[in-house]
């Protein structure tokens, strides 16, 4: 069973970056996406970015131009996020799919999670 954890959250002001990486126990599959999603109180979960096998990124429109996601290495997942604002505040999960995905950021695609790392960001 592949096992997700993610590090890096953390509390920082309005326009401040923080990195958010991902790391899986281990992957075997060839044909997968890896994504991040998040849930801030109250809402549903949602697709930040993700990228499949062949290297194709998504990102959602609210964060295009200001977050990047990539891989590193075999398993490893990034997500360098920039210009930060208070509405990017939530609970942020790192998630794989164990084949293509219909819709990269629908969360129902996604059958494996981390346990979330939350990110805080202050006005």
């Known amino acids: 069973q592949v096992q997700l954890v993610e590090s890096g959250g953390g509390s920082v002001q309005s326009g401040g970056s923080l990195r958010l990486s991902c790391a899986a126990s281990e992957y075997t599959h060839s044909n997968f996406c890896m994504g991040w999603f998040r849930q801030a109180p109250g809402k549903e979960r949602q697709g930040v970015a993700c990228?499949?096998?062949?290297?194709?990124t998504s990102y959602a429109d609210s964060v295009k131009g200001r977050f990047t996601i990539s891989r590193e290495g075999a398993g490893n997942l990034v997500l360098q996020m920039n210009n930060l604002r208070s509405d990017d505040t939530a609970m942020y999960f790192c998630?794989?799919?164990?084949?293509?995905?219909?819709?990269?950021?629908?969360?129902?695609?996604?059958?494996?999670w981390g346990q979330g790392t939350q990110v805080t960001v202050s006005s």
């Open positions: 998630a794989a799919s164990l084949d293509t995905v219909s819709y990269p950021l629908s969360p129902e695609g996604y059958p494996i």
């Open positions: 990228v499949d096998s062949t290297g194709r």
